[in-house]
């Protein structure tokens, strides 16, 4: 079924999806990541890449989930090279990400991320938001009813307060409406 999903979510147009549960990414360990497991806990989604001058924010991205994800965070972590500057294979992507930052994030298959060939997740993005990411370790923050909150660029670093006091909020919003639901 996850597979089916994945399909047509690529073949829908992306501005016919309302809310980032919709959207399904092949995921960098086979089978696929569906963005609806994530439905009701904040996303942070970030497209990194392995060869970048901010590749070191993959240990921060790292720390972001040791600190949140207890709460509910999740860190997904999408490979692009379309910025010429991720490794050949997913296979590489991981070993390097395990290798250099233990890394234990979610991560999706080597995804384009801007332009006509950008996976339907981002072209919603920038149809809903008008928010596409200009380079690498752009952050797209995302809230538990799946909309768009905020999204930042590559040098708002991962443990910043810009990043971190919205995360809070919206951890701090899911707590209340579990305790009043």
């Known amino acids: 079924m996850k597979i089916f999903l994945f399909i047509i979510s690529l073949y829908i147009g992306a501005a016919t999806m309302s809310h980032a549960s919709q959207f399904v990414f092949k995921s960098a360990d086979g089978g696929v990541i569906n963005l609806d497991d994530f439905k009701g806990k904040p996303l942070l989604v970030v497209n990194t890449a ?3 001058g901010f590749t070191g ?3 921060t991205l790292q720390k972001l989930s040791d600190t949140y994800n207890s709460d509910g965070l999740t860190v997904l972590a999408v490979p692009s090279n ?3 500057q991720e490794l050949s294979s997913v296979e590489a992507v991981k070993d390097f990400c395990t ?3 233990n890394i234990t994030l979610p991560m ?3 995804t384009s991320v801007r ?3 950008a996976h339907p997740f981002f072209r919603w993005v920038k149809e809903t938001t008008g928010f596409s990411p200009k380079w690498n ?3 797209i923050l995302i809230g538990p009813s799946g909309e768009v909150v905020q999204t930042f660029g590559s040098l708002t670093r991962p443990m910043s307060g810009a990043i971190t006091n ?7 919003l899911q707590l209340t409406e579990q305790v009043s639901g």
């Not at 919205?166 to 701090?172: A, R, S, V, W, Y």
């Open 115 to 117: 332009g006509k060939n």
């Open 99 to 101: 290798i250099n930052y």
């Open 57 to 59: 924010q993959l240990a």
């Open 137 to 139: 370790f752009n952050k």
């Open 50 to 52: 392995s060869r970048c």
């Open 166 to 172: 919205e995360i809070e909020k919206l951890l701090q």
């Open 108 to 110: 999706t298959d080597i």
């Open 82 to 84: 379309d910025f010429n």
